[in-house]
């Protein structure tokens, strides 16, 4: 297994800022991922991570609202931009080196006022 | 696109007993791999148990066990002697092993254990 950290744990926010969230994997993987996941809800994912090209961004997000970079197997920060209230959330980054596991950093918990 | 169904919103348990939490799944593909998630008030999202969809096998893990039905697309989870440590939300996820690497969730199960 892997484990996952994540900077910072939660943060309360002015709308307008923006918030840049650090993912660190303890060893290399092949794969990483950014969710969202709203109060009471399922996870969302928002893109996948890609070492060295852009992210891949699933429909609804976008690189301007959420800009992420990768610079090696066992890093990705997650840029939530221009922030409103409706981005509080839990923001979790995962990492995978095969189909059959998927492991999860432990979350970053944003509030916006 | 394949979806996630859970069903039960809410689900209790006695200490000691046994419960069942269901999934279903719709997907085309033949090749895929299905897990439970277990995620508790800390928000860390744990691995309960994994299968993958060629294995006729039933997955089993402890106490933790499921019951993988291809031709009905169902992955239902038994939870066996609970335990007060097994409260926490439920998620099903489903990922292809053909497009991509995407996880798909269920909505999640709340599960209550009564001591």
């Known amino acids: 297994s892997a484990v996952i950290s994540q900077k910072p744990s939660r943060d309360i926010c002015q709308r307008g800022t923006s918030l840049t969230i650090q993912c660190q994997v303890d060893?290399?993987?092949?794969?990483m991922f950014w969710y969202r996941q709203q109060p009471g809800q399922s996870l969302t994912l928002i893109a996948t991570a890609n070492q060295g090209s852009e992210a891949t961004y699933e429909s609804g997000f976008v690189i301007d609202k959420f800009p992420i970079s990768r610079p090696n197997l066992t890093f990705s920060t997650l840029t939530v931009s221009n922030m409103s209230p409706e981005d509080s959330s839990i923001y979790l980054c995962?990492?995978?080196?095969?189909?059959?596991?998927?492991?999860f950093g432990p979350g970053t918990r944003l509030t916006v006022l | 696109a394949q979806t996630v169904t859970q069903s039960q919103p809410e689900m209790s348990v006695q200490e000691a007993e046994t419960v069942t939490l269901s999934c279903t799944y719709d997907?085309?593909?033949?090749?895929?791999?299905l897990f439970w998630y277990k995620q508790p008030p800390s928000r860390q999202m744990i691995l309960v148990i994994r299968q993958e969809a060629y294995k006729q096998q039933n997955a089993t893990e402890n106490r933790f066990s499921v019951n993988f039905q291809k031709a009905a697309k169902s992955f239902s989870l038994k939870i066996s002697d609970s335990q007060l440590g097994d409260a926490a939300m439920y998620f099903c996820?489903?990922?292809?092993?053909?497009?991509?690497?995407?996880?798909?969730f269920g909505a999640g199960t709340i599960l209550r254990v009564k001591s």
């Open positions: 995962s990492g995978s080196w095969s189909y059959n596991e998927q492991f």
């Open positions: 997907t085309s593909e033949s090749d895929y791999y």
């Open positions: 060893s290399q993987v092949t794969m």
């Open positions: 996820a489903y990922r292809s092993a053909s497009y991509g690497n995407k996880l798909v």
